[in-house]
Each structure stands twice: as structure tokens, then as C-alpha cells.
T-cell receptor, first 113, second 108 residues
Framework: EAQVTQNPRYLITVTGKKLTVTCSQN?????MSWYRQDPGLGLRQIYY???????DKGDVPEGYKVSRKEKRNFPLILESPSPNQTSLYFC????????????FGSGTRLTVV | TQLLEQSPQFLSIQEGENLTVYCNSS?????LQWYRQEPGEGPVLLVT?????EVKKLKRLTFQFGDARKDSSLHITAAQPGDTGLYLC????????FGTGTRLQVFP
């Protein structure tokens, strides 16, 4: 089944404790992206990657890092999480070309206390 | 800054009613996508419209892209409880911009 898999689904952590949210897709998509979804603010792009070893900042990149060492994986790293990073995070992928829609993962609900 | 405003924000209707959701912007997009998101899940792509004036139908859902490619509408005929969810439009230019969302609830 074609899908984007995120782990974990739920995570509660403490301020300053480094964490990684994994994302993997099995559709051979070139383009991958991370979004956060907050009430009243909608979906905002954190980082994106157009292909292996090519990453760029989205609209809200502060406090996040990403890497794209393999085509299928695009982990999101929070080096020193803070409470304002409490959010619902989505990884998404699509094939190259702007008209193609995203396939989204099921989301990771992160709480930073 | 490109913005995509959706209206209404919330919609609560009875099964069998018709409804229209609007997605408006002052910017021109090369294409526009509609997604539905259910609680606890990621958005799922419903349709992509590319040509100004284009109309696409997906069973009881009709999607239209404005002639100037700045706006779009989603019309649902005879809504059912299974249509309940958050509907998101997303416009593509140099990047994908998501709309503010319309939360639809259909009561039996």
C-alpha cells in the first residue's frame, strides 16, 4: 500500500530534550515536506526537500532540522524542544511537478512540557 | 504574502442538504487542490484542478476552479454523515499554500 509512515504518533517530552520524528515513504517520491498544524493557523510548512541531499526552509523553520540522506526518509529533528513547538506534525510526499497532490502521513502529536 | 481564505469556517447541516465551500485569494495559482482531513488523520487529496474554469466531479462533490485561477469552490450535493471533516484548499505557485479550512459536520 502506498503510504507515508510517521513515528511516533504521540510524544510527550520535556523542554530541551532532543527528539526525532521519523518519516518514510514507499512511493519513490522526490519531494517531501514537513508541516505543523495549529488551531487558527492552519498548516504551515517547516522544511521541504526536493530530492536527496537537497533541503530548504519553509515558513516556520526555527527550532527544527531535517536531513535527506535517502530518498524514502525525511526525519524531523528538534534539537532543544520548547513548549511553543507543541503541535500536530505531518510529513507529506509527492512526485516532482507542482500539480501533483501530497500524500500525508497520519500525524505526530507532540507535547513539550 | 499569499493567502487563501476559506468560507465558511464552520458548517453544520442535516443529512441530505446541499452546501458550497469557497476558497479565495488575490493571487493566481498554477493549480489548486482540495483535501479532506478526518480527526486524528492526515489530509487526503480529493482533487487537483489546473485549468481556469475547470469543473471536476467526484460522486456528489463538484469542484470548480475560477476563470482567473484565483479562487475555487467545492459543492456537495445531498450531504451525508460520512462527509464530515475538515476541508482544505491548497494553491500551488512556487510553493503550496494551504487555506484556513472549513470544518463540516453533517448530522443524520
Amino acid at each position: 500500500e502506498a503510504q507515508v509512515t510517521q513515528n511516533p504518533r504521540y510524544l510527550i517530552t520535556v523542554t530541551g530534550k532532543k527528539l526525532t520524528v521519523t518519516c518514510s515513504q514507499n512511493m519513490n517520491h522526490e519531494y517531501m515536506s514537513w508541516y505543523r498544524q495549529d488551531p487558527g493557523l492552519g498548516l504551515r510548512q517547516i522544511y521541504y526537500s526536493m530530492n536527496v541531499e537537497v533541503t530548504d526552509k519553509g515558513d516556520v523553520p526555527e527550532g527544527y532540522k531535517v536531513s535527506r540522506k535517502e530518498k524514502r526518509n525525511f526525519p524531523l529533528i528538534l534539537e532543544s524542544p520548547s513548549p511553543n513547538q507543541t503541535s500536530l506534525y505531518f510529513c507529506a510526499s509527492r512526485t516532482a511537478g507542482g500539480v501533483y497532490g501530497y500524500t500525508f502521513g497520519s500525524g505526530t502529536r507532540l507535547t513539550v512540557v | 504574502t499569499q493567502l487563501l481564505e476559506q468560507s465558511p469556517q464552520f458548517l453544520s447541516i442535516q443529512e441530505g442538504e446541499n452546501l458550497t465551500v469557497y476558497c479565495n485569494s488575490s493571487s493566481v495559482f498554477s493549480s489548486l487542490q482540495w483535501y479532506r482531513q478526518e480527526p486524528g488523520e492526515g489530509p487526503v487529496l480529493l482533487v487537483t484542478v489546473v485549468t481556469g474554469g475547470e469543473v471536476k466531479k467526484l460522486k456528489r462533490l463538484t469542484f470548480q476552479f475560477g476563470d482567473a485561477r484565483k479562487d475555487s469552490s467545492l459543492h456537495i450535493t445531498a450531504a451525508q454523515p460520512g462527509d464530515t471533516g475538515l476541508y482544505l484548499c491548497a494553491g500551488a505557485s512556487d510553493k503550496l499554500i494551504f487555506g484556513t479550512g472549513t470544518r463540516l459536520q453533517v448530522f443524520p
